[in-house]
């Protein structure tokens, strides 16, 4: 008898000799044959699963069985089992040189051939052991090819199946198990191909979707193993495995047989996700540990150290990249965004394909750098910082937080998630305070004087990373934007308390990767999406501030400044080929380990035949939406008549400030411009801007350093505004010079 299912997912390694050899595969029992079945509502008899028990009396239908849940051919009643036979006949056993089970379950199998067990799932306890009628799976698993996956395969070896094969007539017998007596779905279907020498031939032709995984040696990437001890994987509460990563660095090969030399040590690791976790291709979330259990901070491939990593699973995302690609343009803006790393995983013997490796969203002086907020912190300065909060699903990881009601029945509510700390580490007085916090920011947003700069919700927020934060969310057109893994964060009044936008998650549903809420179309400003009014809308105050003339001019001016570097048509497209290239062959392994392409994966609007159609229509689809926000900001410009009628700064904030000062400038004519900052002596500190400028209104920022790049001391300074020789109406060639206009404001620096 063969061992339990997880060693059972060792990839073949053939011989030389029938490596050589034209091999090819037959299917000699199909799921949608005919089958004998009977329900488990009472024990099926002792010889249910031999050759010779006699099933006339059981009922016939052609398989799955199961609860008519979309995969299912004959329907059954409820039940915690049902058992099932089919008789196949075997012409020659010398040319048979291994065989394959391609399984779709809900929840728990064990497989028979002659009555011999081969296999089980490693949900139904040890093998060869009694599984009764009444026996629950230990744990759940879900069917995957009615949603466009393929079966897992498991591949044997006729010396592994302790003789249950036989010339002549066999029978295939499998019993299937649910989790438990009011599970919703159970799905039983299941495929026994041959792998046959040359010139053989007794079966049938196999699915479209047959595939079995290649022996995987080596990669251009790093590759990663992880090692379970025949652990199953659960969705929470990570269990101890030992992981080993091969890298022997930018241009060499990476082979499986090469000793671990980046990392070598034990991990804790769960599946993660909420939609993602129907994918058969699974993502994880992985900490770094020590020899006891501890938190062990490393870096992995040149990111800073920590412990907490995602193995990310580009599935329904068939171009691979669509993380990667916006987490660069927000890196390339200047924001922090998890930073990533291509890899191909082995899990326990089992090829699972290409992963990207990110940063965990949390607090680190290397990712979301504010301070660390202790239990006793409950008053004071020290109460009001760090806190990271989440917009997002009442479900995952982070359970815990408060609901948001809608100002109005054109709104829906929504949910924020305690992030940091942690739901079961943040204290009462925290979360009230936090609560209080963001109650107090959407007041504002409602208030009739919401865009005052002294007192409405310019005075409150990060402004350049709520401009910065929307961008990236608009050029991706995100279907999940701003509603669902949208993450703010807020620092300590004494340093920069403002509130934070950012940093953006989780965008596999963006690009045009969506054929619901019109997620495919390139036009149309997601924040103002027509989405159902529910639980989970996109925060009002995001369409109050996008209201705002003053934040819509912003967006423009970041977003040309952007387009002129990193987010230009050439930039966009050299990310894309980079990034293509860097995969390389390791996307055709991923395919042919996750055969999707041709497919439909829930929710892709667009299904490419090749890796290149994908990458073709990502490309497409990104240069065509960066055009349309082109003409959709020129336009709003025009429509706004944003061109200001005089010289003005607007006021400073913050003021104080820690980190940086955002000034806000109107010019209503070309003009030079010179932007300069003076100690209260009236010392030359720093030059901002000297140059000409466009008509309209600019907003820079200065970080408290002198122009020597060194920070200044605690204090007050002036920002000095200057203006002169602008042309009034060059059509008509007349220049007019005017009085230089100058403008002083204070701001004070609290280091």
């Avoid at 759940?140 to 002549?168: I, K, T």
């Avoid at 394909?353 to 409950?378: A, C, H, Q, T």
């Avoid at 050439?570 to 390389?584: E, F, K, M, Y």
């Avoid at 994966?601 to 939406?625: A, F, K, S």
Wanted: aromatic content about 14%; overall charge negative; some cysteine.
């Amino acid at each position: 008898m063969i061992q339990k299912l997880q060693i059972l997912f060792v990839l073949p390694i053939l011989s030389v000799s029938i490596m050589l050899s034209q091999t090819h595969w037959e299917t000699a029992v199909y799921a949608e044959d005919t089958w004998n079945y009977f329900v488990g509502t009472t024990p099926p008899p002792d010889s249910w699963n031999q050759l010779s028990f006699d099933a006339n009396s059981w009922n016939t239908g052609p398989g799955g069985f199961g609860y008519a849940d979309g995969d299912d051919n004959t329907v059954i009643a409820n039940t915690l089992s049902v058992f099932f036979r089919k008789t196949f006949n075997v012409s020659s056993l010398e040319e048979i040189l291994s065989l394959a089970i391609h399984a779709d379950y809900d929840d728990g199998f064990v497989i028979y051939i002659n009555g011999i067990e081969i296999l089980r799932s490693a949900n139904m306890g040890d093998p060869g052991s009694q599984v009764t009628y009444q026996q629950t799976a230990d744990t759940d698993h879900e069917a995957v090819m009615y949603q466009g996956g393929a079966p897992e395969v498991f591949v044997l070896y006729p010396n592994e199946l302790d003789g249950a094969l036989s010339v002549g007539e066999n029978v295939l017998a499998i019993q299937v198990h649910n989790v438990n007596t009011t599970s919703s779905d159970m799905s039983s279907l299941f495929y026994l191909s041959f792998e046959l020498s040359e010139g053989a031939s007794y079966y049938g032709e196999t699915p479209e979707w047959f595939y079995i995984p290649e022996s995987f040696t080596s990669s251009h990437l790093p590759i990663i193993v992880v090692n379970t001890n025949g652990q199953e994987i659960p969705n929470e509460e990570k269990i101890t495995a030992h992981m080993g990563i091969i890298d022997n660095g930018p241009g060499e090969m990476n082979y499986l047989s090469d000793p671990y030399n980046h990392y070598d040590g034990f991990i804790g690791i769960e599946i993660r996700g909420s939609s993602t976790t129907w994918f058969p291709k699974k993502q994880f979330a992985v900490e770094t540990r020590d020899s006891v259990g501890e938190n062990n901070n490393v870096s992995l491939f040149g990111m800073p150290e920590e412990n907490d990593w995602i193995f990310n699973a580009p599935y329904t995302d068939k171009s691979l990249m669509r993380n990667a690609i916006i987490y660069k343009m927000a890196r390339d803006a200047g924001k922090y965004a998890s930073r990533s790393h291509y890899f191909e995983l082995v899990v326990d013997g089992d090829y699972r394909g290409l992963y990207v490796m990110f940063e965990k969203i949390k607090r680190d002086n290397n990712r979301v750098n504010i301070s660390k907020l202790e239990p006793e912190e409950v008053s004071g300065d020290d109460i009001t910082g760090g806190y990271i909060i989440k917009v997002d699903k009442w479900d995952g990881e982070n359970i815990g937080g408060w609901y948001s009601e809608s100002p109005s029945d054109s709104y829906g509510g929504f949910y924020y998630q305690y992030h940091y700390p942690k739901p079961d580490e943040i204290v009462y007085d925290q979360q009230q305070y936090i609560m209080n916090y963001m109650d107090n920011f959407e007041q504002i947003i409602l208030s009739e004087d919401f865009a005052d700069q002294e007192t409405g919700y310019p005075s409150v927020i990060d402004w350049e990373s709520f401009v910065d934060f929307f961008i990236m969310q608009e050029i991706t057109k995100n279907v999940d934007g701003y509603r669902l893994s949208s993450f703010l964060h807020k620092d300590k009044d004494s340093d920069d308390g403002r509130l934070v936008a950012g940093p953006i998650w989780d965008f596999n549903l963006g690009f045009g990767n969506a054929d619901y809420y019109n997620g495919w179309e390139p036009q149309g400003w997601q924040v103002e999406a027509d989405l159902p009014i529910d639980d989970f809308s996109i925060p009002y105050w995001w369409c109050v501030i996008w209201s705002d003339q003053s934040f819509r001019w912003s967006v423009q001016q970041r977003w040309n400044s952007l387009r002129n570097n990193s987010l230009s048509n050439s930039s966009v497209n050299s990310l894309i080929d980079s990034l293509q290239s860097h995969i390389g062959v390791a996307a055709e392994r991923n395919f042919e380990r996750w055969p999707t392409l041709g497919e439909y994966v829930w929710p892709n609007h667009y299904i490419g035949q090749t890796y290149q159609d994908e990458i073709d229509y990502l490309r497409n689809w990104i240069t065509t939406r960066m055009e349309w926000i082109d003409n959709e900001l020129l336009s709003t410009q025009t429509e706004m008549c944003l061109i200001p009628e005089r010289f003005s700064m607007n006021p400073l904030y913050p003021n104080p400030f820690n980190r940086s000062v955002s000034i806000r400038y109107d010019i209503p004519l070309d003009a030079r411009i010179k932007l300069n900052i003076f100690n209260i002596k009236g010392t030359h500190i720093n030059t901002l801007f000297s140059g000409r400028a466009h008509a309209g209104t600019h907003s820079m920022s200065w970080d408290g350093m002198d122009k020597n790049g060194k920070v200044v001391s605690s204090g007050t300074y002036i920002v000095l505004l200057q203006a002169n020789n602008f042309i009034y109406n060059q059509q008509e060639n007349v220049n007019y010079i005017w009085d230089d206009y100058k403008e002083t404001r204070k701001v004070i620096l609290v280091k």
